[in-house]
């Protein structure tokens, strides 16, 4: 089907026409008939086949028809939006964002996202002194923006919830059911809910906040897009890295040595894509890595360097593996197979868009293994195995340790040389314990210099002198011995009180 076939408005066909399109997608051509005519529709459909195109479209078109039938928003100091999208994550919010500027093309709307990661005030500023009538945006920040009045939803025409499943994977469904239950009613606007997945949950969230929806699927043979070509290699653990070093510089380069192609590798833990980004690092492969945990100015910017074929490859949780439109992947790596089968079908989907081809290879170890039974039964088809050459098991050099900064808790940081830092108490050192000999060990030295004192005198005279000296060590001795007694007996910090052998005046009256 043509969109020139559709009834679509000449303001919103002259957007479509400026993003090149002519021909629908089947998601397109299912529904938008129903979207366009006003009814509300549940759609399900292979990501990477226009979905985000097909309620953009119904959208414009309802509001173009709303302005033609005299419709108008009074503004009373805060924004009235007339199309609410929400969307699970901030990258597809901003996606979408960019997907309707492109659409909307000479229309006279004003297109706004909010989500969180930036800067909080600016967004809330720009609800209240705008006139938005698109606001796209996760649904955290919406629920904030809504309760601090910072707009309206009573002029609401237009709702818009973009991968519904996601929605109870990340856990918001209790935040979707607070902004829907505040909506004008399902038959006072249209309802537009899409999804690579349709779960029973999100049928029945369909149900329960739309009016009579249908439910739309263009899914019932394949899981998979068709052009994605899937392989699976059978690979140790410990080889992993070094078979996809190999893969990358075999498919990602041509004979001259050139980047021609974009991968994007998908891992199931923040702290393993961090590992694997400082081993293709020391290995000359050029990484961005994107995760939840990464600032979100910092993610937008890793992925406007990757969407611009400045970054060859991405390294990414699956937080990046729904929605997300990104021109030119050639190869999507499963470093670690998902837990989630539906996962895998979302990640696979990176590549092979628009009627592209791409390429989806698996590196299954000791673990993945057993995530593969479940993989096969959700897709109805298996994935041939084999294993890999050793030509592509390459010799590693393992990175360099990251350089700790100047600020950073540690020996070389503000801890000081006890490293003491964030987190950790600052402790004193013990003292070194230095061990004493028992007394009677002692006195034999002391009669020994007393003795060769005497045979330096050479007469009687002398003799009598070593006794007098025997008897002054051994009270020398004994006096040494009571002054260690009384220091250990003294408690901590005190100072120098008397002992219990000695009078006030310091003289000694033991009998010892």
Request: with cysteine; net charge neutral.
């Amino acid at each position: 089907m043509l969109f020139a076939e559709l009834p679509i408005p000449e303001t919103v066909m002259s957007g479509v026409h400026a993003c090149g399109f002519t021909e629908c997608t089947p998601i397109q051509a299912l529904t938008l008939p129903l979207s366009l005519a006003g009814r509300d529709v549940a759609g399900q459909a292979q990501t990477g086949t226009g979905k985000t195109a097909a309620f953009l479209i119904a959208a414009f078109s309802r509001l173009i028809r709303s302005q033609e039938a005299g419709v108008t928003v009074t503004h009373d100091g805060v924004s009235h939006p007339r199309v609410l999208i929400i969307a699970p994550t901030r990258e597809l919010a901003v996606q979408i964002e960019n997907d309707a500027r492109r659409l909307a093309g000479g229309l006279d709307l004003v297109i706004t996202a909010v989500y969180g990661g930036v800067d909080y005030e600016k967004q809330r500023l720009t609800l209240v002194e705008g006139r938005v009538d698109l606001l796209i945006g996760t649904p955290g920040r919406l629920i904030d923006y809504f309760k601090q009045k910072a707009y309206r939803v009573s002029a609401v025409e237009v709702l818009v919830i973009d991968e519904a499943d996601r929605m109870f994977d990340m856990g918001f469904i209790e935040d979707l059911r607070y902004l829907l239950r505040r909506l004008p009613p399902y038959d006072r606007r249209q309802s537009l809910l899409f999804s690579a997945t349709l779960s029973y949950r999100a049928q029945e969230l369909s149900y329960e906040y739309m009016d009579s929806p249908e439910v739309i699927s263009t899914t019932v043979d394949s899981r998979a897009v068709e052009q994605v070509t899937q392989k699976l290699y059978h690979v140790e653990g410990r080889r992993k890295i070094s078979l996809l070093v190999g893969l990358l510089r075999r498919d990602l380069a041509d004979d001259s040595g050139a980047t021609t192609g974009r991968a994007m590798i998908f891992v199931n833990t923040k702290r393993m894509g961090e590992r694997l980004k400082e081993w293709l690092r020391g290995n000359g492969i050029h990484a961005g890595y994107l995760s939840g945990d990464v600032p979100q100015a910092k993610r937008l910017h890793t992925l406007q360097r990757f969407q611009e074929g400045l970054v060859p490859v991405l390294i990414a949780t699956d937080v990046a593996g729904r929605g997300l439109h990104i021109e030119g992947v050639t190869h999507v790596i499963n470093f670690d197979l998902p837990e989630n089968p539906e996962d895998y079908v979302h990640r696979i989907g990176r590549t092979a868009r628009a009627g592209a081809t791409g390429d989806a290879i698996s590196l299954v170890d000791e673990d993945g293994a057993y995530h593969l039974e479940a993989i096969f039964e959700y897709l109805g088809a298996e994935i041939s195995a084999t294993w890999p050459e050793n030509e592509l098991f390459v010799h590693l050099t393992r990175p360099a340790p990251p350089t700790p900064s100047p600020d950073s808790p540690g020996p070389s940081g503000p801890a000081g040389r006890f490293g003491a830092g964030r987190g950790r108490t600052r402790t004193r050192r013990p003292d070194p314990v230095v061990k004493r000999e028992p007394d009677e060990k002692r006195e034999p030295v002391v009669a020994k210099a007393a003795e060769a004192g005497g045979v330096a005198g050479g007469s009687t005279a002398g003799a009598g002198s070593a006794s007098t000296a025997v008897e002054a060590g051994g009270e020398a001795t004994a006096e040494a011995a009571r002054k260690r007694r009384r220091r250990r007996r003294k408690p901590a910090g005190a100072g120098s009180p008397a002992s219990d052998h000695s009078d006030p005046s310091g003289s000694s009256n033991s009998s010892d």
